[in-house]
């Protein structure tokens, strides 16, 4: 698929079609790596990122764990 690069504000820019951005599953907002491999560019949807607030937020009574066995003590650990 052939782009062309164009002047955006003081930077350049190319479009992403549609049937692109619907394969990545990226859409307006979408954060990406922007990498030069080989004297090729390189972009790369990011993973979404959590912070510790959200994820301990979606933890309730139905999907925590019980408590885990590590085994006995074996050093200086004091339980």
């Known amino acids: 698929m052939?782009?062309?690069i164009q002047k955006w504000g003081n930077s350049l820019a190319v479009r992403i079609p549609k049937s692109i951005t619907k394969d990545l599953m990226?859409?307006?907002g979408s954060n990406i790596d922007i990498m030069i491999e080989d004297g090729n560019i390189i972009?790369?949807?990011r993973g979404k990122e959590y912070s510790l607030k959200v994820l301990l937020?979606?933890?309730t009574?139905?999907?925590i764990h019980s408590e885990i066995?590590?085994?006995d003590?074996?050093?200086g650990e004091i339980w």
């Open 61 to 63: 009574i139905e999907n």
């Open 57 to 59: 937020n979606n933890i």
């Open 43 to 45: 972009l790369s949807p």
């Open 69 to 71: 066995s590590t085994g």
């Open 73 to 75: 003590q074996t050093g």
């Open 26 to 28: 990226v859409s307006e």
């Open 2 to 4: 052939k782009a062309t």
